[in-house]
Structures are given as C-alpha cells and as structure tokens.
Antibody
C-alpha cells in the first residue's frame, strides 16, 4: 500500500522555523519527482516546490523562494521542507505529493501566530 | 509562471444536471493539464490527466477536453457525491493550480 505521511507541523511564532517531513512507502521513492503543495484555510491549492528524483534539481514558487528549502533522502525514503522566516500567510495544510503517480499525503497543518 | 484561471468560481446545479467547468492558461500548456476533485478535509483526487484521460476508477460521466490554453471538465449528469471543489493543474512548466470551481447543490 502506498503511503505518504507528513509530520512536523504545528504552531509557530512569526519569524520562526519548521522542518516538515514526508515519509514514503509502498513505491520506489527514488524514481519520482516529489512536490509540496499547500492550502490555506478555506482557500485553494497552491504549488510550493518540486525536487527531482535524485535531488539535483529544485524549483520554488515565487512566494516562498529564499525562505523554503526542499530536500530529500532517498536512502530514508523521506522528503523534507525547511521553512524559515514564517509569516501569518504561511498558515496552511502542507501536502507532499508524487503528482506523476497521484500519491498524496494527508497533510500537516502549520499555524503561524503569536 | 503559468497562471490558470478557472470559471465560474461557483456553479449551482441540481443532481442530474450537466456541469461544465472551464480552465484557461496564460500560455500554452499543450495537453499537460489535469483536473482534481477535492472534498472538505481530504487530499485532492485526480480525475483527468493529459487533458482528456480519465484516471483509474473515475466514472465515465467525467470527461475532459481542450488543448493549448483552453480546457473544459464536463460532468454529464451530477451525482450527489460530485458536489465538491474542482481544480485544474498544469504540468507543462513546473506546476500550478487554478483557483478552483465549487460545484454546489442548487
């Protein structure tokens, strides 16, 4: 059974940092490009970042470039998102996804508030 | 960045009616256009890939068409479980999503 399980979300103060993780199982993680997508409360889906299967290529949405860093550890079948300088507008559910195969996690909620 | 504009924002229809959802891209995405359905508290579910290919297990009442910059998702006869939010997504140049169309019960 394919599973993507996100963790690392929570309540953080503005300006703070978090590291989100996404543990993959049930498929050959190292073969696939992976993505982070977020959804603010009551809002639509927004693509955040993409990383190539071997980690050699990354891309970011303009709204997060310079503050977010995507990475992966294929030996651990895990995707990461380092989030720095958090702002209230970063409050959202963060999904990891293998879009090519339509695998999605359940999401992890990040709340930025003082 | 490719911008996807979905219309209408909300579609109020009754079960059994036909739903027609539109997605327009700011530049050509070829046929690298997908459609997703999302219900509250759930992750998105792929309906259509490559503009017109139904994903595994998706009922035949869902169909997609278009290429280049203009795309359409059609639900031929709405079932109660089809009332949800629908998003288009392009995979031609990285990834972007449209703003969504909510299909609600009239």
């Amino acid at each position: 059974e394919v599973q993507l399980v996100e963790s690392g979300g929570g309540l953080v103060q503005p300006g703070g940092s978090l590291r989100l993780s996404c543990a993959a199982s049930g498929f050959t993680f190292s073969n696939y490009w992976m993505h982070w997508v977020r959804q603010a409360p009551g809002e639509g889906l927004v693509w955040i970042s993409t990383i190539k299967s071997d980690g050699s290529v990354t891309s970011y949405a303009g709204s997060v470039k310079g503050r977010f860093t995507i990475s992966r550890d294929n030996a651990k079948n895990t995707l990461y998102l380092q989030i720095n300088s958090l702002r209230a507008e970063d409050t959202a559910v963060y999904y990891c996804s293998c879009i090519a195969a339509d695998y999605w996690g359940q999401g992890t909620l990040v709340t930025v508030s003082s | 960045e490719i911008v996807l504009t979905q219309s209408p924002a909300t579609l109020s229809l009754s079960p059994g009616e036909r739903a027609t959802l539109s997605c327009r891209a700011s530049q050509s995405v070829g046929n690298y256009l997908a459609w997703y359905q999302q219900k509250p508290g759930q992750a998105p579910r792929l309906l259509i890939s490559d503009a017109s290919n139904r994903a595994t297990g998706i009922p035949a009442r869902f169909s997609g068409s278009g290429s280049g910059t203009d795309f359409t998702l059609t639900i031929s006869s709405l079932e109660p479980e089809d009332f949800a939010v629908y998003y288009c997504q392009q995979r031609s140049n990285w990834v972007t999503f449209g703003g969504g169309t909510k299909v609600e019960i009239k």
